[in-house]
């Protein structure tokens, strides 16, 4: 069964600060991989996905994540944290075949100024 | 070009009472989802369809149930409100192949 996992429940980083938010994830096949942002009261939006191709991915916001197939994980990035950048991120997994996405519980990320 | 509205966005329901959660979407998508929030837990799936005429189950089912009668639209039924559907509604919309969801703005139900 698919699964994903984001350890933190919160990630706290200093404005201009890199950052970092963990996901790992479990499927049987090759998977489609996303990052989500949600900002307070919003729905989710959609940030970059990996489903082929070069391991790194970049998307909005100056976001990007790399996939490491050998760890299973998934991670986001920014080299710069910005004040505006705190919100709630979920990672999610896909089966190569098949519409239905699986999210992780997802990951509070604080930027203080 | 709207993407994903959903109506109402916030209700107050009684135990017992039954509602409808509307969904649209203008992409042409196949695919439409519901989901419910509830905090700390992530997102939860309720029912899916991938096509006008065909709907399944997801992870959380009991309690609700879809239609899909058109491509646009995919209305979520509360038929005997607990409060354990107190929680936040979100349905969202794919293609077939880029997986991508596109997300309403969600509808917030307090069963009381």
């Known amino acids: 069964a698919q699964s994903v996992a984001q350890p933190e429940d919160q990630v706290n980083v200093a404005e201009g600060n890199p950052l970092t938010v963990k996901c790992t994830y479990s499927?049987?096949?090759?998977?489609?991989l996303f990052w989500y942002v949600q900002y307070p009261n919003r729905g989710l939006q959609f940030l970059l996905k990996?489903?082929?191709?070069?391991?790194l991915v970049k998307g909005s916001y100056g976001f990007e994540a790399e996939f490491n197939k050998s760890q299973t994980s998934f991670h986001l990035k920014k080299p710069s944290a910005l004040v505006s950048d705190s919100a709630l991120y979920f990672c999610?997994?896909?089966?190569?075949?098949?519409?239905?996405?699986?999210f992780g519980q997802g990951t509070e990320l604080s930027v203080k100024p | 070009n709207a993407g994903v509205t959903q109506t109402p966005k916030f209700r107050i329901l009684k135990i017992g009472q039954s509602m409808t959660l509307q969904c649209t979407q203008d992409?042409?998508?196949?695919?439409m989802y519901w989901y419910r929030q509830d905090p700390g837990m992530g997102l939860k799936l309720i029912y899916y369809?991938?096509?006008?005429?065909?709907?399944d189950k997801g992870e959380v089912p009991n309690g609700y149930n879809v239609s899909r009668s058109t491509t646009e639209d995919f209305p979520l039924r509360l038929e005997l409100a607990a409060p354990s559907q107190t929680s936040v509604y979100f349905c969202?919309?794919?293609?077939?192949?880029?997986?991508?969801?596109?997300f309403g703005p969600g509808t917030r139900l307090t069963v009381t």
């Open positions: 969202a919309s794919s293609g077939p192949t880029s997986g991508e969801q596109y």
């Open positions: 990996y489903i082929t191709g070069d391991n």
């Open positions: 369809s991938v096509g006008a005429g065909i709907t």
């Open positions: 992409m042409n998508h196949n695919y």
């Open positions: 999610a997994v896909r089966e190569q075949q098949g519409g239905k996405l699986i």
């Open positions: 499927v049987s096949g090759n998977p489609y």
